[in-house]
């Protein structure tokens, strides 16, 4: 009965690949985000995708691309990969933007070796 | 952007003891929240709490969004409550909209 959902919860791979992380969520939210907690645990969001609207944190590289197949699912897609892109990557959602409680999904540790 | 600024950083307890989180913010806000993430990295909500007093339990909160803060109270503390405390504010500009984080306040309860 999760609410958001995120897999896999572990990805190692080497520099230079190309991976994806999916997201689900099953609450009929509207909107839902993709955040990076790094090695100190700091949490910043990258994009926040809202009625087929995406919009990117400016300091996001364009390697990184979400797509979203439907309003449930937003998938994070990572491009030749490198070793910085090391992190915790979570998934969110909620109703709408700004006024709405965010929930989060368990988080995907990425390795990147 | 938006500084979200938490304290203490670190706090060490013993068993059921009485804590007091603070989360300053510089700008006006819509929607903050307050999450626990657990040992085992996962986010969870406390309140979300964009102004006034909420009780949870063993938790509350009160955000005086005029003076831009809030307080998280957790009293008679538990080992389960161990981990990182965070508060985040909703934030449009600098591209993505979405919650801005502070640093966290890493709090241990020991037995």
């Known amino acids: 009965d999760t609410a958001v959902s995120q897999t896999p919860k572990y990805l190692v791979t080497q520099m230079g690949n190309d991976k994806s992380i999916k997201c689900e969520q099953n609450?009929?939210?509207?909107?839902m985000y993709w955040y990076k907690q790094d090695s100190k645990k700091f949490l910043k969001i990258m994009f926040s995708y809202n009625n087929k609207e995406l919009i990117i944190n400016e300091t996001v590289p364009n390697r990184f691309s979400p797509k979203s197949p439907d309003k449930a699912h937003l998938n994070l897609h990572i491009n030749s990969l490198e070793l910085g892109d090391s992190a915790v990557y979570f998934c969110?959602?909620?109703?709408?933007?700004?006024?709405?409680?965010?929930?989060f999904g368990p988080g995907t540790r990425l390795t990147v070796t | 952007g938006i500084q979200v600024e938490q304290s203490p950083p670190d706090l060490i307890l013993q068993e059921g003891a009485n804590s007091t989180l603070r989360c300053n913010f510089s700008d006006s806000v819509n929607n903050l929240q307050w999450f626990h993430q657990n040992p085992w990295g996962q986010l969870i909500n406390l309140f979300y709490?964009?102004?006034g007093t909420k009780q949870n339990g063993r938790l509350s909160a009160t955000t005086v969004a005029t003076e831009r803060y809030s307080l998280l109270y957790i009293s008679s503390s538990q080992t389960t409550d161990s981990g990182v405390y965070f508060c985040?504010?909703?934030?449009?500009?600098?591209?993505?909209?979405?919650?801005?984080f502070g640093k966290g306040t890493h709090l241990i309860i020991q037995p």
């Open positions: 985040a504010v909703f934030y449009s500009g600098g591209g993505a909209d979405g919650l801005t």
């Open positions: 709490i964009p102004s």
């Open positions: 969110a959602s909620s109703l709408g933007l700004a006024d709405y409680e965010q929930y």
């Open positions: 609450l009929g939210h509207d909107t």
